[in-house]
């Protein structure tokens, strides 16, 4: 009797897991993951005490890659998020990742994103700490006892990202609250997403304005496993619209399609590289910038790009000496 009821208790612990299938990028996220809050709010450095509607720029510890690049800082608000590429000033109204674009148009990461504020009496700030050695290290970063808007409670809750791996763990101490619109995630939005996420896909929102959080509770969000890029270039064929001058932005838009030309199947991700790039003109918004020149994750779902399938992103360029802006496209099966 006693190795049945052990079981049962067990098999009502697994069921109580929720793992969620691939972004189009190809993160994973899970509850299946050991709650192990690391608690740095006296051992840490502190940002944004007092604060409401604060932002702070921090230097990372080691370089962490966030949908196909890689960032040496972040920027950290006291609104329970965290961009790279800057700090947005508009991150005080949540949004739905799925169809909204992120504050900035940035890469976002929402543990707990809603109006929250540190210029409460007796609220705290954003603790961070690096622990652990070279190679394995974690970053922390804690909202220690931040208040939603003139909410009665005090929440608890952090990101921890990890070198080489590049995951992302939100841990929940406390979000357990007197206030109903706040109440274990009620107000926020939870998850993560790239730059262009609406166009692209690459955004895994775990919940909106829904109360499935849970004291005591962690989140795992872990990026596809990539080899180094090959280049397809031979097998994919490449075309660009024509450039549109907007005269209130002093910006050229365009689009660039690729299309499998093989009678093969193009594993994804599909990363296309603007080389030689015309002289004076710059990319804006790129997904990164390699030695080539700028390159962008090609959208869509599924593992390959199939024969004869084509998929479309948008491209947007400086181009001050209104030059002829010209380039040649390599194609990469991975991502940089």
């Given amino acids: 009797m006693t190795t049945r009821i052990l079981t049962l208790a067990v098999f009502a612990l697994a069921a109580g897991n929720i793992s969620r ?10 509850t299946a993951v050991t709650f192990s809050y690391l608690d740095v709010s006296k ?19 080691f370089g962490f890659k966030f949908y196909g690049t890689t960032y040496s800082n972040l920027c950290v608000s006291s609104n329970g998020i965290v961009t790279f590429g800057g700090c947005p000033t508009d991150d005080m109204t949540t949004r739905d990742l799925t169809a909204q674009p992120t504050p900035g148009n ?3 990461i929402a543990p707990f994103w809603m109006d929250l504020s540190f210029a409460i009496p007796g609220a705290g700030a954003v603790c961070y700490q690096t622990l652990g050695t070279a190679g ?42 007197g206030d109903a619109g706040v109440n274990l995630g ?10 262009n996420a609406v166009a692209t896909g690459f955004r895994f929102q775990w919940s909106r304005n829904a109360a499935v959080l849970k004291d005591s509770e962690a989140i795992l969000f872990t990026p596809p496993a990539s080899a180094g890029p090959v280049d397809v ?23 660039v399609t690729v299309a499998n030309s093989s009678a093969n199947p193009i594993a994804r991700p599909l990363t296309v590289v603007l080389t030689n790039l015309t002289a004076g003109v710059t990319a ?6 390699s030695a080539q020149g700028p390159y962008y994750l090609v959208p869509g779902s599924g593992t390959s ?3 004869g399938q084509t998929a479309s992103f948008p491209v947007l360029f400086s181009n001050p000496s209104n030059a002829k802006i010209g380039f040649v496209a390599k194609t990469y099966s991975g991502s940089f």
Avoid: M
């Avoid at 490449?238 to 689009?255: C, K, P, W």
């Avoid at 804006?284 to 910038?289: E, Q, R, S, V």
């Fill in 284 to 289: 804006i918004g790129p997904t990164g910038t």
């Fill in 305 to 307: 790009l199939a024969p």
């Fill in 136 to 177: 394995s290290r974690q970053f922390v970063l804690q909202w220690n006892n931040v208040h939603a808007l003139n909410g009665p409670d005090d929440l608890n809750f952090e990101i921890v990202l990890k070198e080489g791996a590049n995951t992302i763990l939100f841990q929940y101490s406390k979000i357990d609250s």
């Fill in 186 to 195: 009620a107000g926020a939005t939870v998850g993560i997403a790239a730059a």
């Fill in 43 to 61: 051992t840490g450095a502190s940002v944004l005490a007092t604060t409401d509607d604060g932002s702070a720029s921090l230097a990372l510890p």
């Fill in 106 to 108: 940035l890469p976002v």
């Fill in 233 to 255: 270039s031979s097998s994919v064929s490449v075309t660009t619209s024509a450039f549109v001058f907007n005269r209130l932005t002093q910006q050229y838009s365009g689009t």
């Fill in 21 to 30: 299938a691939a972004d189009a990028f190809g993160y994973t996220a899970t």
